[in-house]
């Protein structure tokens, strides 16, 4: 069974440069979430999805941060303008009855 | 403010010996309780989890302790190998929101062949 895919794995841009992030979740996972990791810290959630319904983006900063979840499968996160704060590593993580499944995220550096 | 603590951002063990992560919470909603394991350059993944209806559970060479009274958990490998180094992430949730898991810092573990 494959597991949660995300892409890219890296990504380098410049500051006010906007970035996606993509991520295809285990098959038959109706909720995936979004976390961001910094350095030396755990992963914290940003947004999570049941289906297509964003059911928690409490965390999510929204003014330069957007996530979608067209058809409840594949996610997007989007960052416009990036700021030199953002640079952490983003996790998408999905799950069926319990356990969250994680994908290997995408590490962000904005210079 | 932290939910959630691991007080040691490192430990080293020779292979062979016991291994103990410690992690202390301070939310009393919190009722479940997990143990993700990270190695570089991938996602974490899920290790071994605790109900707070129990005060211990076994899986193979793991197990993890849950004091509910002191708000503290540890994870015990024994005996420690050299795969097992890698970042280890307490997390919790409530039972009001089991979707709403909580995570550490992390503790980094290293064991020394």
């Known amino acids: 069974e494959a597991g949660v895919v995300q892409s890219p794995r890296y990504k380098i841009i410049e500051k006010k440069q906007p970035v996606a992030f993509w991520c295809n979740p285990i098959s038959g996972h109706n909720t995936l979430y979004w976390y961001r990791q910094n350095l030396g810290q755990g992963p914290e959630l940003l947004i999570r999805?049941?289906?297509?319904?964003?059911?928690?983006d409490s965390q999510l900063p929204k003014d330069r941060f957007s996530a979608e979840r067209l058809k409840g499968v594949d996610s997007t996160l989007k960052i416009q303008p990036a700021e030199l704060g953002d640079s952490a590593v983003y996790l998408c993580?999905?799950?069926?009855?319990?356990?969250?499944?994680f994908g290997p995220g995408t590490r962000l550096t904005v210079l | 403010d932290q939910q959630v603590k691991q007080n040691s951002p490192s430990l080293s063990v020779q292979e062979g010996r016991i291994s103990i992560l410690n992690c202390d919470y301070t939310n009393s909603m919190f009722d479940y309780f997990l143990w993700y394991k990270k190695y570089p350059a991938e996602g974490p993944t899920f290790l071994i989890s605790i109900s707070s209806i129990k005060d211990k559970n076994e899986d193979g060479r793991f197990t993890v302790f849950l004091n509910k009274s002191a708000k503290h958990l540890s994870l015990h490998i024994v005996p420690s190998q050299p795969g097992d180094s890698a970042v280890y992430f307490c997390?919790?949730?409530?039972?009001?929101?089991?979707?709403?898991?909580?995570f550490g810092p992390g503790t980094s573990l290293s064991v020394i062949p």
């Open positions: 997390a919790a949730s409530a039972r009001t929101s089991y979707d709403k898991v909580i």
């Open positions: 993580a999905s799950s069926g009855a319990d356990t969250q499944y």
């Open positions: 999805y049941e289906n297509e319904e964003a059911v928690d």
